[in-house]
């Protein structure tokens, strides 16, 4: 392989433009610090590259990795041979799952940042309360929600703990079917908000955003609603001057020094050669899958099973959530239409259910919310007939008649639980793929099941007359959520990072993505991984490279 | 090699009247037009055959030019690098699902009733074609019940799929599609299911094409939201505060 010659040194080096890494450039390129970001996917553009295709985004993964180029491997067994599936396959080019998310962005309660005070050992679990609490956290979930740009109304969530501001923006008007959600709640004495999106419907900060055409979830919005590192961080490091994009490269290993620090990293460019670009900081951001494995596939002399892996923890401990729901069909003949497929993928939603109630059999819950039954291809329809005047009768009855309420599942941590390097399978660069090693706590499953009949009853409530109920058999990583293989904490045998996301063991690693989270939290993540990246990344600026240091003691 | 950003726009949306095929043998075409025709069968509305099924498959079997469109929906992407190289493998092993396949549904005809699937009538295509899938034929789904199912993999890729169940994918992405790549000719499916689409990609692009009127109009947070009225710490926000209403 060619080599390139080295380009200057910089103070930081991010790997992954995703909503992380996005955050970071920003927040350290517009502290006057020298930043070079790279991703391995393409820049795309929302304007250019952007369009209603359900066929192109949704069936034949225009946005998605190609999992024959990138495969990723599973099994549910430690003796199991791991069989190749696209398992959490979020979108690798610049701007990352914020390119193609729904938007989901409501925020963590404090409860999620104490599971293991609240709960002591659960059997199989691996519990682990985080290093900090949603207090050091509220500042940034803030600064997240007003710079990237938020809709929701303050206030309308019983159960939020205690937030400094309102949103910037308003939501959408409901869908039919979410009117249908907070009708059906009223009745039940739910509380039903709108759940905070990812997206704005004002001029915020000079956006358009003129999207109504209900191609959300999955697909590229190219107006200037969808909430998108993007369009919007990335544009505000590029502006700083201090702050270069390589897109299409391929960061393949963290390189150690001599001094017990690393000194940035390696990559293949787009031209096939091979580059090394150091940096007093390295950030990973690339998700929790990948990054553990880049972790793993940085061996060196002092950490032969990868970098910063003293504790042998780098993968461990790894939580994806899963998307469960159940749909409810009304009858043309007589009910209104919903629209399921129209709208911003969700509207009404609760929390009500998110705190641990252990009449319930399980510890922990879920955030709530209706959402969107898709497109025509590939509506959300277990159970959809495969062929016949079947099909094609169900499709023209039940297409505008289908509603669907899905949960976010909290899933416990388990260490067996976790991504390794899968000793077969190598990508199209000829690297060992991530291998997925998961199975279900019983905790997940009592949790889903109950979650989803709550779900089938507020359909009825709602006036369906059938419901599928969807229920967890094993984790198929449909969300895209990833978290826990780098777990952070303060002591260096129990955790890889500490609480400011950085390795104990090599003092200029920082991991920024949702690698640190101890526990899942039972709501989407985007948000409280945007916060804390932006938390740490102001501890690099402010703390770290003025060669200071600041510990917070650890919560009681 | 050139990033995905970069990759230019060929050709032209497909012509759904063609009956030249680009991949297909004159019987395969045929054929799979003809089992199309029992997969989203004509009724008093159109069905898989007048849509233009077949033509769908045609292009996207023919090689890498009718993966993707271009975002305007002008004509297609031109792939290259690596993502061209695996979609060429991707495309070769469908060809070959689809020509063994077609092979082997004429055989199961010739086997149960004597003869090629073309020359059955259709309760006889039906009953090969439950042979082929090796379930019974799918019944109408009905109103009143609840129906359990488990987690499963949401995302309809055809990769490494059987002859069988790529078929049924692929016919009901043809259906449904935009009419760019072929099928949904005259966006008959969408009327038939009362989907409302985009008149063209291009009209997804730049705000022409809009859902507004599928939402609520009517309606008023405090009422939908009770607890928005106890609360004292932030005003009950106004219609007005929307741009896009």
């Known amino acids: 392989m060619t080599k390139k010659q080295k380009p200057d040194a910089v103070d930081v080096v991010i790997v992954g433009l995703g909503a992380n890494g996005g955050t970071a450039a920003k927040v350290l390129s517009e502290a006057g610090l020298k930043v070079v970001g790279i991703e391995r996917g393409p820049w795309l553009k929302n304007d250019k590259h952007y369009s209603g295709d359900e066929l192109k985004f949704v069936n034949r993964n225009y946005m998605w990795p190609d999992s024959r180029l990138t495969p990723r491997t599973v099994r549910r067994n430690e003796n199991d041979v791991a069989e190749p599936y696209p398992f959490s396959m979020t979108p690798q080019l610049v701007g990352g799952g914020t390119n193609h998310w729904a938007g989901w962005v409501p925020r963590p309660r404090e409860s999620d940042f104490m599971l293991r005070s609240l709960h002591g050992d659960i059997d199989g679990a691996s519990l682990a309360d985080w290093p900090f609490r949603y207090d050091h956290l509220e500042p940034y979930l803030t600064k997240i929600e007003w710079e990237f740009g938020v809709s929701g109304i303050a206030g309308a969530d019983r159960t939020e703990p205690f937030r400094s501001k309102p949103y910037p923006s308003m939501p959408l008007p409901p869908t039919r079917w979410g009117k249908k959600f907070y009708d059906a709640c009223n009745t039940m004495g739910i509380n039903a908000f709108p759940i905070p999106h990812a997206s704005v419907t004002n001029n915020h900060k000079g956006r358009n955003p003129f999207n109504r055409t209900s191609f959300w979830n999955q697909y590229g919005d190219p107006s200037g609603a969808r909430s998108n590192t993007a369009t919007t961080f990335i544009p505000e490091a590029l502006a700083t001057g201090n702050f270069e994009l390589r897109a299409d490269c391929f960061v393949r290993e963290v390189k150690m020094g001599r001094n017990g620090k690393a000194t940035g990293v390696i990559y293949i460019d787009d031209d096939g050669a091979e580059v090394e670009q150091d940096a007093k900081i390295v950030i990973l951001t690339l998700g929790a899958i990948e990054s553990a494995r880049l972790m793993l596939m940085s061996k060196s002399p002092e950490f032969p099973d990868g970098i910063a892996n003293s504790s042998g923890l780098v993968g461990k401990n790894a939580t994806f959530h899963e998307y469960l729901f159940a749909i409810g069909f009304f009858d043309k003949e007589i009910d209104d239409p919903v629209y399921g497929w129209a709208g911003n993928y969700i509207s009404g939603g609760t929390m009500d259910f998110y705190e641990t109630d252990e009449s319930r059999g399980y510890i922990g819950g879920s955030i709530t919310a209706a959402s969107q039954t898709c497109h025509p291809i590939n509506m959300v329809f277990p159970g959809r007939p495969l062929w016949g005047q079947a099909l094609k009768d169900s499709d023209r009855t039940f297409f505008s008649y289908a509603m669907k309420i899905g949960l976010i599942l909290h899933d416990l941590p388990q260490e067996a639980n976790r991504v390794d390097l899968d000793p077969n399978v190598k990508d199209y660069m000829g690297l060992p793929v991530a291998r997925i090693t998961h199975k279900a706590h019983a905790n997940d499953v009592a949790m889903g099941k109950w979650q989803v009949d709550k779900n089938v009853e507020i359909l009825e409530t709602a006036g369906a007359r059938k419901t599928i109920p969807v229920y967890l058999d094993q984790m198929t990583g449909n969300t895209c959520h990833q978290h826990g293989t780098a777990r952070m904490g303060f002591d260096p045998s129990k955790s890889v990072l500490n609480e400011w996301c950085q390795a104990h063991d090599v003092e200029n690693l920082f991991v920024l993505d949702g690698s640190g989270f101890p526990t899942a939290t039972g709501v989407n993540p985007t948000l409280t991984m945007m916060a804390n990246a932006w938390r740490c990344s102001d501890y690099i600026s402010d703390y770290y490279l003025k060669g200071r240091e600041m510990r917070l003691p650890e919560p009681k | ?245």
């Open chain 2, 1 to 245: 090699m050139s990033s995905k950003a970069d990759w230019k726009t060929i050709l032209e949306p497909v012509d759904p009247n063609s009956n030249e095929p680009l991949f297909f043998s004159p019987h395969e075409w045929d054929t799979v037009e003809a089992l199309a025709a029992r997969i989203i069968p004509t009724d008093h509305d159109p069905g898989a055959k007048e849509a233009r099924v077949i033509v769908f498959i045609d292009r996207y079997l023919s090689g890498i030019n009718y993966v993707f469109a271009s975002a305007d929906g002008s004509g297609f992407l031109e792939m290259d690098g690596k993502h061209a190289h695996s979609w060429r493998a991707r495309i070769s092993e469908l060809q070959q699902v689809y020509r063994q396949g077609v092979i082997d549904v004429d055989s199961e005809s010739q086997a149960i009733f004597g003869a090629p699937f073309l020359d059955l009538d259709v309760d006889s295509q039906d009953a090969v074609m439950v042979k082929i899938s090796g379930s019974p034929k799918p019944a109408s789904v009905n109103l009143g019940t609840t129906e359990p199912s488990t987690t499963f993999f949401q995302f309809s890729s055809d990769d490494g799929l059987p002859f069988w169940p790529a078929l049924c994918l692929h016919v009901k992405q043809g259906f449904y599609a935009d009419p760019v790549y072929g099928g949904n000719k005259d966006r008959m499916a969408w009327n038939i299911i009362g989907f409302d689409g985009p008149k063209s990609l291009k009209d997804t692009m730049d705000g022409t094409y809009t859902t507004a009127d599928k939402f609520v109009s009517d309606y008023d947070w405090g009422d939908l939201i009770p607890v928005l009225k106890e609360q004292e710490d932030f005003p009950i926000p106004v219609m007005s505060d929307i741009i896009y209403k």
